[in-house]
């Protein structure tokens, strides 16, 4: 079983910054794509960051500049250090993984439990 364990959530002012960690642990072969994801209240879940395997990372134009996702293999473990932050990045972040579980198996999904971020204006 994989898990994924976010962490680094809380309440800050407009303009502030947060550091999100997502640790997986479990048994598995390989991390491929990781990823954040953010669901506002009453909003769908919606992409926020990935980084391949290799460290290419892609945002969402409504983070770019401001946030950065980073990746330490050694630990299995992926970063999100979000600047400036705005109120309408309050939500519920989210961290995606897709894990080889097995040699020769396809990727699996896996998802953590989510952290709250909330941004006070």
């Known amino acids: 079983q994989v898990q994924l364990e976010e962490s680094g959530g809380g309440l800050v002012q407009a303009g502030g910054s947060l550091r999100l960690s997502c640790a997986a642990s479990?048994?598995?072969?390989?991390?491929?794509?990781m990823a954040w994801y953010r669901q506002a209240p009453g909003k769908q879940r919606e992409l926020v960051a990935t980084s391949t395997s290799g460290g290419t990372t892609n945002y969402a134009d409504s983070v770019k500049g401001r946030f950065t996702m980073s990746r330490d293999n050694a630990k299995n473990t992926v970063y999100l250090q979000m600047n400036s932050l705005k109120p309408e990045d309050t939500g519920v972040y989210y961290c995606?993984?897709?894990?080889?579980?097995?040699?020769?198996?396809?990727?699996?999904?896996?998802w953590g439990q989510g952290t709250q971020v909330t941004v006070s204006s």
């Open positions: 479990g048994s598995f072969i390989s991390i491929n794509k």
């Open positions: 995606y993984a897709d894990v080889v579980i097995r040699t020769y198996y396809y990727p699996r999904a896996y």
